[in-house]
């Protein structure tokens, strides 16, 4: 038996032809594009939702930390439990962070001030990066700058207090990436519920301090000079 030969002819107009190649060639093009877009893109910081038994920040963006009401609740409760030991009537009178993205030591720091009445005393304890807590300061009478205390803690009572540090910190722009380059946050109950941002640019030491009440934008106040030494900005009015 004899197998029949089949002849296949193309049936596709060249004018098909041309649209095929041209859709395929704009397709490879825009493949290429997008792959292109994705290996130059960089990663963005992830802030984790319960955070681990450290503190980070993103030395790209140092206004990205990964902190949250829980960590900053779980770690008041331990130096809460601490001072009350000392001070029964103690109360919260400031809370501070400090941030140094490129420090090769402790990058954020937490720091829980309090204040007694009836023994005129406040104690400090801070928490390093891994969040263990230590003691300090301890002083008493003159010493003390600030006597107003907190009813609510105040990442508690000033939602979004995040993007205030975000705003200021790209308000202020680049900083050089020195070892003690970053900001302090530090917040008072005097005479109203009031944020501090302090940003320093340690290739000049120029400090940028904004201020934040809970509401708005965060305002700057002024930018401080080489003379102005930390214990200034601490404590700035």
């Known amino acids: 038996m004899k197998k029949r030969r089949t002849n296949v002819s193309s049936s596709n107009p060249p004018l098909l032809k041309t649209i095929i190649i041209v859709c395929l060639t704009v397709g490879l093009l825009v493949g290429i594009s997008a792959l292109s877009n994705i290996w130059h893109m960089e990663p963005e910081f992830v802030i984790p939702d319960a955070p681990a038994n450290t ?51 402790s990058k954020v720091r937490l720091t829980y001030c309090f204040y007694s009445e009836s ?40 939602k979004g207090w995040l993007q205030p540090i975000k705003i200021a910190c ?11 380059t970053g900001y302090l946050v530090w917040v008072v109950n005097s005479p109203e519920l009031t944020w501090n941002i302090n940003i ?38």
Not at 170 to 180: C, I, N, R, V, W
Request: glycine content about 4%.
């Open 55 to 105: 503190l980070t920040v993103n030395e790209k963006h140092m206004w990205q930390l990964n902190l949250n009401d829980d960590l900053l609740n779980n770690s008041y409760e331990q130096a809460y439990y601490l001072v009350t030991q000392e001070m029964p009537d103690a109360k919260l009178c400031e809370f501070d962070i400090d941030v140094f993205p490129y420090s090769r030591v």
């Open 119 to 158: 023994a005129d005393r406040e104690i400090d304890y801070f928490f390093n990066d891994r969040l263990e807590i230590t003691l300090e300061r301890d002083i008493t009478g003159v010493a003390i700058v600030n006597r107003s205390t907190f009813d609510t803690p105040p990442w508690i009572a000033t």
């Open 170 to 180: 790209e308000k202020t722009g680049s900083l050089d990436p020195s070892y003690a």
């Open 200 to 237: 320093n640019d340690s290739v000049n030491w120029h400090w940028s301090l904004f201020k934040w009440n809970g509401r708005g934008d965060p305002v700057f106040v002024k930018k401080f000079g080489e003379d102005v030494t930390i214990s200034h900005l601490l404590y700035y009015p």
